[in-house]
């Protein structure tokens, strides 16, 4: 069956340390990767997208993430947290090959950034 | 592309009581899904339209529940005789193409009394 799973529920990092959000994801067919955050009473804004090609992808507001199939990971990192990356972090993986590229979420990441 | 726009973002009801929201996507997707969050989890999938279509229902989806897209626009979700466990976010997301990303609007959330 088709999961996504987020190990740490919660993470904690002072302002201008690294950051490193691990998923993992297990599915068949070829996967469709995301990451989006969301802030308190919102809704989901998408950070960064992997479809094929690069591994390596960049996202917005200084985030990337690599893809490694060989460990069905998607680990969301950040060189540098500022104090408005604090929020909830989801990892998405899209059904290709449901014809419908519906999602399955992870259960999310809360960030809390110290300052 | 001004988003996507739920309405309304906060319904308080009554246990018993029906309650319709409503999702406009982005004018051009042609794709329009909706997701339930609960508190400390991740969205889960309801259904999923494609223009006027309803080609996916979750099991989640009672009986209670029903989504209409007409003319392939706007879509309403329609809950009835609402239960306590009815109580989450309800989430909007479209999207154009088969690999365009989804985006999301920032949902209705239903409080059940």
């Known amino acids: 069956a088709q999961s996504v799973t987020q190990p740490d529920i919660h993470i904690t990092v002072s302002e201008g340390a690294s950051l490193e959000l691990r998923c993992n994801y297990s599915y068949g067919a070829t996967p469709y990767l995301f990451w989006y955050v969301q802030s308190p009473g919102q809704g989901l804004q998408l950070l960064l997208k992997?479809?094929?090609?690069?591994?390596l992808v960049q996202g917005i507001k200084g985030f990337e993430a690599e893809f490694k199939r060989s460990q069905s990971s998607f680990n969301l990192r950040k060189p540098s947290v500022h104090w408005s990356d604090a929020a909830e972090y989801f990892c998405?993986?899209?059904?290709?090959?449901?014809?419908?590229?519906?999602?399955?979420f992870g259960t999310g990441t809360r960030l809390k950034v110290l300052a | 592309d001004t988003g996507v726009s739920q309405n309304p973002r906060h319904k308080i009801t009554k246990r018993g009581q029906n309650v319709t929201f409503r999702c406009d996507p982005i004018s051009e997707h042609n794709r329009l899904y909706w997701y339930r969050q609960t508190l400390g989890q991740g969205p889960e999938f309801l259904t999923y339209f494609q223009n006027e279509a309803q080609l996916e229902k979750s099991r989640l989806l009672s009986d209670r529940f029903s989504a209409e897209r007409p003319k392939g626009s706007f879509s309403t979700l329609e809950i009835q005789r609402t239960e306590q466990g009815d109580s989450a976010m309800y989430l909007c997301?479209?999207?154009?193409?088969?690999?365009?990303?989804?985006?999301f609007g920032d949902g209705t959330r239903l409080s059940i009394l």
């Open positions: 998405a993986v899209g059904l290709s090959a449901s014809g419908t590229y519906k999602y399955i």
């Open positions: 997301a479209s999207s154009q193409g088969t690999n365009q990303p989804q985006h």
């Open positions: 992997y479809f094929s090609g690069d591994t």
